[in-house]
């Protein structure tokens, strides 16, 4: 069943204040010997672990980076032009993208007929 996206941006700018990456689990945490170190090694460079996944052997940082694009009123300086980089152009495009922002206008239905997020 597809699942589309609804609402709309209100430009409260949350997106824009931080980088997401993955990494490979198994691999990280064996270079750093444990989670915990490694949480530790990466917090004094304002980094965060927000999640771990054993299945998809997959870890996922986030830090406070805002895009030098956004203005102090949460306006994105190159929207419309081709400078808007692709992901900022396709952003949320699931669930996932926006489970830690729940200020986001846009949602995603879980089922046709069941109640909107
Ligand atoms: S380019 Fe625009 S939409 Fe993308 S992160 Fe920067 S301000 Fe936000
Ligand atoms: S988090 Fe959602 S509402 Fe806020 S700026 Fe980003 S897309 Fe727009």
């Known amino acids: 069943m597809e699942i589309q996206r609804t609402g709309e941006c209100h430009s409260c700018g949350e997106c824009c204040k931080t980088v997401n990456m993955t990494v490979v689990r198994d691999i990280t945490i064996q270079q750093h010997g444990s ?19 054993e299945k998809r052997n997959q870890l996922y940082y986030s830090m406070d980076v805002p895009c030098s694009e956004l203005t102090s009123d949460n306006q994105c300086r190159v929207h419309d032009s081709p400078r808007k980089p692709f992901i900022c152009h396709r952003f949320p495009s699931s669930k996932e993208d926006i489970e830690d922002i729940p200020e986001c206008g846009y949602g995603f239905p879980a089922r046709r007929g069941a109640n909107w997020q």
């Open 35 to 53: 989670l915990k170190e490694l949480e530790l090694y990466l917090s004094y460079r304002g980094i965060r672990v927000v999640g771990s996944d």
